[in-house]
């Protein structure tokens, strides 16, 4: 992925190209306190606080670009839930860095819609097709360098109307110490996404029609109509 | 990747360029009962034998040629497990295959090494730097088509004594089925890999200086070195 690094104000439009050239796909789910917080009244608890910022993953092929559609599986009984995340693209290889220097290494920072279907999330072993299936992952407008990842506000709308609203202030661990954590163990390379977790509710569930955007003021309105297979 | 289909006994070597096109990296994780109940005796139970077949996520950032060495991070306690495993190589785009066409989708199969460090495995929320430290998933040495997966003896050695040994009969969800499960939700690409699970205990752990092989008769031996960083 060629872009420039993150040290001026740059701007990169996400697209298809972008898309097929994301390789390890991270996701720190659990980030944020109003959100476990809800997730534990929601589903019954079972979400602790995390004590260490451990990563996991989403994949590629569930990968979509602003403008494309969401579409429901046929035999999900749902509900198909929003979750709109800060993403670091990273720029170049990463290897042991620190929290001062973590930053260095990312080209630049846009937005994801983490799409979830809350009764597989339930009732399966893994995340696979909850979190996963195809068009799963709406991802852009753009990834914007020169911006700082913890001090943004995210908001999302449903057919225009706003139903969530934080800070990525209120990360429980920072986008700086997870890559400085992570870098200890693995590499980062050009291309890598991380997707930071998302604060509060995420309701209402999606329904087949609706328009969810996800929208930070530097990076754009990330859009995406929802659809219902066959 | 460029590969044939597995209609005939092709033959590739896994070199960097070959891992280097790995993109979904699934792995079935628990996959085989005598494992599973192994795993339950050994880490004070919680595994249960999965009544479907949802896949798992490995890292690509981990994976290392037949020949290099697996290099335990220096703050690890282990123990460091090897774990031999089947592994289908995606050779074109699959969606919506039934169990009787799944396998023509296949380019052919591999061994992995699912290399695993139990007290992280044990501890954090994710299976990141148990599962996904770098060099922690050798694959090779090569990848063949035109054998069938279900029949494959799988041995482990470590310093030429081989301490497992078992079938891919004993898969608990086969090869095909879980292709045919995975794209009713997903689509799989080429260069997509799948890892299938061991069967049995993964003792004893892996020491520094071990050479640890992973060896089918038809694929070849997959063999690392293993030693400590710092």
């Not at 986008?175 to 509710?201: E, K, N, Q």
Request: aromatic share 8%; net charge neutral.
């Amino acid at each position: 992925m060629k872009l420039h690094m993150q040290s001026d104000m740059t701007r990169t439009a996400v697209d298809r190209k972008i898309l097929a050239s994301v390789r390890n796909f991270y996701a720190a789910g659990l980030n944020y306190r109003s959100h476990i917080d809800w997730a534990n009244r929601e589903r019954g608890g079972g979400y602790k606080i995390p004590t260490q910022a451990d990563i996991g993953y989403r994949s590629n092929n569930a990968l979509i670009c602003s403008g494309e559609d969401i579409v429901i599986p046929k035999d999900s009984t749902g509900p198909i839930d929003y979750e709109g995340e800060l993403v670091a693209v990273i720029g170049k290889k990463i290897k042991n860095a620190t929290e001062e220097n973590a930053l260095d290494g990312v080209a630049g920072y846009t937005l994801g819609n983490d799409v979830s279907e809350r009764s597989w999330q339930k009732g399966d072993r893994t995340l696979w097709r909850a979190k996963n299936s195809d068009t799963f992952k709406p991802m852009g407008p753009s990834i914007v360098g020169g911006i700082d990842p913890m001090a943004l506000q995210i908001d999302v709308r449903i057919n225009g109307k706003t139903v969530s609203s934080y800070s990525t202030a209120g990360m429980i661990f920072g986008v700086a110490h997870y890559i400085a954590r992570m870098s200890r163990y693995l590499t980062l390379h050009p291309g890598d996404v991380i997707w930071f977790g998302c604060d509060g509710p995420t309701v209402p569930a999606l329904q087949p029609g609706d328009l969810v955007e996800v929208v930070n003021e530097h990076i754009g309105v990330l859009a995406n109509r929802v659809t219902r297979e066959g």
